[in-house]
């Protein structure tokens, strides 16, 4: 490596480590107080809006009175994107001890529109056990780790704003202890950080292999419960070079433009200013 990009990588890994110290001590923090009832804005008069959905469970039961209060300040709250209705939810089940994936998405016909988003609990429905693409085969499957978990929340866009018109927060599983729900991949975030791509990009572009890159970000970074994988590295890499695919290509023809010029009877000429008729 040149002096550059020492310079390039000091600076990369010094933005890392600033945003991990910053997330590590508000992330339980924020969890907290995700659902705090001082913190959003409850449409009043909600048995009246029907756009707003409450599943029916016995309230007098002492062990859903935790539930109801929950559900009860959660639902009506309102965002200003897609974006922080996730995180929002994914909070809420980094403090309850379950991650949360994406689900069902409703468009409008006319516009395509994105108008509802569903977002649910990893463990949300079943494992297909019936796969036609290995019928008859045997195949080694992976653990069940899906229970059909019915937890959900259901946003919808009203006047702007994101709403919620559902919310179920009973699960049919035991929650993650604190020191296992990182693991789940919603709450894995060293990967989605601006400061961890441009490491992996700065250490890819000087030679080094995804293996390599993983090793040094984790040894740096020193926290087992969020470590980058190699899959995740090598997506990083990539993804970055999707981006670069007319300059790569740019740059093979001005190599043989320059080579044609040395070694005309075995490189030809090409012009890439030119219109098909």
Known sequence: MGRNTHLELIYCLFDL???FSKHECSLWLAAENAYDEGEHTQIDDIDNNCYLVNDEEDETDPTNAF????????????FENLDVAYDFYNEYGLSKGFGIHKNQVHRRKKTNEIYRRIFVCNKQG????????????????????????????????????????????????????????????????????????????LLSNAGMKPSEITKVVNAY????????????????????RKYNIGKECYGISMHFKERAELDKEFYFDMDLNFDID
């Not at 539930?67 to 309102?78: A, E, F, V």
Request: some cysteine; glycine content about 6%.
């Open 221 to 240: 970074r020193g926290n087992e419960e969020d470590n980058l994988t190699r899959v995740q590295c090598s997506n990083i890499v990539s993804n970055k």
């Open 126 to 201: 079943f494992k297909d056990m019936n796969d036609k693409r290995h019928l008859g085969d045997n195949v080694k499957r992976r653990g069940i780790t899906r229970t059909g978990c019915e937890a959900m929340m259901k946003v919808t866009l009203l006047h702007g704003q994101w709403v919620v018109d559902k919310f179920i927060s009973k699960h049919n599983h035991p929650f993650d202890l604190p020191s296992h729900v990182l693991k789940q991949r919603s709450h894995s975030i060293v990967h989605r950080s601006h400061e961890c791509k441009d490491v992996v990009t």
């Open 67 to 78: 539930d109801q209060s929950i559900r009860y300040s959660i639902l009506g709250k309102t």
């Open 17 to 19: 480590h600033h945003f």
